[in-house]
T-cell receptor, first 113, second 114 residues
């Protein structure tokens, strides 16, 4: 119930294309869903986040779509650029107790020029 | 821009040896986390501090791992003795308080146990 399942493991997209990464969860108590971007040798950095009372959030080329009934959320990167090549992690926060983040397995995104 | 500092960045050790990692969170951040990230996987929480108190250490292998944050500022994570399976990236993160949502991660310490 504490797991967040992420797919695909790896993704190759042409420059200018749309990158889509999906996550699914079971725990309906999760109350905050961030996406983190990680470059090699660096720590993860917050990219964009959403709460379950909103179905979509857009920041620049990055959009989160959230489907509460299906317990799924996805990251869309529009006009993907080579600089977007990184590993992306979805996460979910349990509101109780320590409010810890549970991370997905990660998606290694490569944008071909 | 303030950042979470970690040292060392890389550590190679032999199994059964002791290792220690240090983290200095962003100034004013009361909540501090230690995560372990195995290659190809997402970070997994080891321990969470609120000021100097442990909030969650349910995933910390307490027979060999210990963590402290004595003055509620910087923190040390220790492994003794190290095992081959401990090879991973150890990430520190911090945030302002329990209600604030964004965790800021440091660059991590990559540990290789031979």
């Amino acid at each position: 119930q504490q797991q967040v399942k992420q797919s695909p493991q790896s993704l190759i997209v042409q420059k200018g294309g749309i990158s889509i990464i999906n996550c699914a969860y079971e725990n309906t108590a999760f109350d905050y869903f961030p996406w983190y971007q990680q470059f090699p040798g660096k720590g993860p950095a917050l990219l964009i986040a959403i709460r379950p009372d909103v179905s979509e959030k857009k920041e620049g080329r990055f959009t989160i779509s959230f489907n509460k009934s299906a317990k799924q959320f996805s990251l869309h990167i529009m006009d993907s650029q080579p600089g977007d090549s990184a590993t992306y992690f979805c996460a979910a926060r349990a509101p109780q107790g320590a409010q810890k983040l549970v991370f997905g397995q990660g998606t290694r995104l490569t944008i071909n020029p | 821009e303030a950042e979470v500092a970690q040292s060392p960045r890389y550590k190679i050790t032999e199994k059964s040896q002791a290792v220690a990692f240090w983290c200095d969170p962003i100034s004013g951040h009361a909540t501090l986390y230690w995560y372990r990230q195995i290659l190809g996987q997402g970070p997994e929480l080891l321990v969470q501090f609120q000021d100097e108190s442990v909030v969650d250490d349910s995933q910390l292998p307490k027979d060999r791992f210990s963590a402290e944050r004595l003055k509620g500022v910087d923190s040390t994570l220790k492994i003794q003795p190290a095992e081959l399976g401990d090879s991973a990236m150890y990430l520190c993160a911090s945030k302002v308080s329990g209600l604030q949502e964004t965790q800021y991660f440091g660059p991590g310490t990559r540990l290789l146990v031979l």
